[in-house]
């Protein structure tokens, strides 16, 4: 079992940047994969990021090549690091963990002038 905190959402204009940082209870480096999802008002969640245990990563499609995802192995810790950021990324942006499963409380962020 593991509990996900995320922290790290808010208010910025587009073009701005933001980190989101999901903190695990237990290590990372046990954990198959871990992923951050977002879900706007009236749509699905959606997957933005994803990392293997092994370091592997995907992006969904409109975030490659402005968000990227990393992770602090000794700190329990995955990072979504999002630049140039756009009025569509506002949404509550979530933690997943696959086997063991579990997501986190989610976090708003909001791309606004």
């Known amino acids: 079992q593991v509990q996900l905190v995320e922290s790290g959402g808010g208010l910025v204009q587009p073009g701005g940047s933001l980190r989101l940082s999901c903190a695990a209870s237990?290590?990372?480096?046990?954990?198959?994969?871990m992923g951050w999802y977002r879900q706007a008002p009236g749509k699905q969640r959606e997957l933005v990021a994803r990392?293997?245990?092994?370091?592997?990563?995907n992006f969904a499609d409109s975030v490659k090549e402005r968000f990227t995802i990393s992770r602090n192995i000794p700190k329990n810790t995955v990072y979504l690091q999002m630049n140039s950021l756009k009025p569509e990324d506002t949404a509550v942006y979530y933690c997943?963990?696959?086997?063991?499963?579990?997501w986190g409380q989610g976090t708003q962020v909001t791309v606004s002038s």
């Open positions: 997943n963990a696959e086997n063991p499963y579990a």
């Open positions: 237990r290590s990372i480096f046990s954990i198959a994969a």
């Open positions: 990392i293997t245990s092994s370091g592997g990563t």
